[in-house]
C-alpha cells in the first residue's frame, strides 16, 4: 500500500504563488508516473501536470507556463509549484501516483485564490 500525504494549499490573492508537496511511502523510483489533479466544486476532476519516472513532464494548457512539477527523488516528494495564481485555480488538488496497473491518490488540499 502506497501513503501520499500532501501539503502546502491554502488561500493566496490573485496573481500569487503557492508550492504543494506529495510526500510518498516508498522511493518514488517504483512509480511509473506522478500527477496533480484537481477538482472544483461541481466539476469533474482534472489533470493538472504529470511527471514520469524519466522525467518527461506534461501540462494541461489552462497551467501552461504558470505550473511546473518537480520532484525530489532523495525526499521522495513531487512538487507542484503553482505561480500567477487566478480565481479560477480554486479547486482541491489530488496526487496521484501509478505503480502501474494500480494507482493511488492522495487525501486533497485546498487551494483558494481570491481577494
Known amino acids: 500500500q502506497v501513503q501520499l500525504v500532501e501539503s502546502g494549499g491554502g488561500l493566496v490573492q490573485p496573481g500569487g504563488s503557492l508550492r504543494l508537496s506529495c510526500a510518498a511511502s516508498g522511493s518514488i523510483f517504483s512509480f511509473n508516473a506522478m500527477a496533480w489533479y484537481r477538482q472544483a466544486p461541481g466539476n469533474q476532476r482534472e489533470l493538472v501536470a504529470s511527471?514520469?519516472?524519466?522525467?518527461?513532464?506534461d501540462y494541461a494548457d489552462s497551467v501552461k507556463g504558470r505550473f511546473t512539477v518537480s520532484r525530489d527523488i532523495a525526499k521522495n516528494t513531487v512538487y507542484l509549484e503553482m505561480n500567477s495564481l487566478k480565481p479560477e485555480d480554486t479547486a482541491v488538488y489530488y496526487c496521484r501516483v501509478s505503480r502501474l496497473p494500480y494507482h493511488y491518490w492522495g487525501q486533497g488540499t485546498q487551494v483558494t485564490v481570491s481577494s
Open positions: 511527471i514520469t519516472s524519466g522525467g518527461s513532464t
